[in-house]
């Protein structure tokens, strides 16, 4: 199979790829074209089909289509030049070929987190993860399969526990630097600080924000699911509870970041900071990673504004 990420200009291939989006436009001319987003699991391509010609068949967003196109450079990054198109057959290819997934085993991952969460020696926040983490079987599996974000960072199947456990870790790290925070309320919050995104984002194929992640987003929403399941909690002091959903709401560190709080413990500072970390080291991570041009600098990255070099691993 020509995966995404071992395309070269000046190719010419014929492939099946996931068509992840699909917009009619028109260029200055007037002339109508499709402006294409294809995918496979090592990552997604800008695609165009300049002439609607009967080489098109007709197809939408969230088909496989079995495509004959030219690999060429648009502003520094590969793009396909599109010429014939045909929805793919089911049993002519495996979707396993399209959704992007973690390099780490999830069920690993997964017992990972739970050894994390018998440390916690606080016996209502221990409750309180063990009710999401351990009992609830439906978060339980939308948790694993989720992505961490539509596209900025850990956007693959079992994302978002990639991204959890090592924004546990992180915190956990910084905890045992820092006597004066509370290790239990810094490792909980970092475990549920994403936990709204299991709602927030549809699973993939569409790895898209649903209703009510655009009406409430995944902070307000995780905040909301803590409090809900804290009500199984017996007894859980109320300036604990206050606490770590302060932490869920401060999380990204500034209300221009979509935080409804700024961080006003020290745990919320910590959680900010190791969130912050871990998805901005893992997005420059796939930037590098993902480059295909073989040049020792790439080109402008927008969410690091400034160019990226890589380095010798």
């Given at each position: ?93 495996d979707v396993a070929d399209y959704m992007p ?62 991204h959890t456990l090592s924004v546990a870790k ?144």
């Amino acid at each position: 199979m020509n995966y995404i990420n071992t395309l070269r200009e000046g190719e010419n291939i014929t492939e099946t790829y996931f068509c992840k989006d699909k917009v009619v436009a028109q260029s200055k001319a007037g002339k109508t074209y499709y402006s294409l987003k294809l995918q496979d699991k090592t990552g997604v391509i800008d695609a165009k089909i300049w002439d609607l010609s009967n080489a098109i068949e007709h197809f939408e967003a969230m088909d496989y289509i079995r495509i004959s196109a030219q690999v060429t450079s648009f502003n520094n990054a590969l793009q396909l030049n599109v010429k014939q198109v045909r929805k793919a057959e089911e049993g002519t290819f495996d979707v396993a070929d399209y959704m992007p997934v973690s390099e780490f085993n999830i069920d690993d991952m997964y017992k990972e987190l739970l050894e994390l969460i018998d440390t916690v020696q606080d016996k209502y926040l221990n409750q309180l993860l063990k009710l999401f983490f351990v009992e609830d079987a439906s978060f339980i599996k939308g948790f694993k399969k989720s992505s961490a974000a539509k596209s900025m960072h850990h956007s693959f199947i079992g994302g978002l526990l990639q991204h959890t456990l090592s924004v546990a870790k992180i915190s956990d790290f910084l905890a045992s630097q820092y006597p004066i925070m509370n290790r239990d309320l810094l490792v909980t919050a970092a475990i549920c600080h994403d936990i709204g995104k299991v709602y927030e984002l549809s699973e993939f194929p569409e790895n898209d924000y649903t209703d009510a992640g655009n009406l409430m987003g995944h902070i307000v929403m995780g905040a909301m699911m803590i409090r809900d399941k804290a009500k199984k909690v017996p007894d859980i002091p109320i300036d604990l509870l206050n606490k770590l959903v302060h932490c869920i709401l401060a999380h990204h560190g500034k209300l221009e970041f979509g935080s409804p709080e700024k961080p006003k413990i020290i745990e919320a500072m910590a959680l900010s900071f190791a969130d912050d970390t871990d998805a901005k080291l893992e997005a420059f991570k796939e930037a590098v990673e993902g480059d295909q041009s073989g040049e020792t600098w790439l080109p402008y990255n927008k969410m690091f504004e400034t160019f990226i070099r890589k380095t010798d691993g």
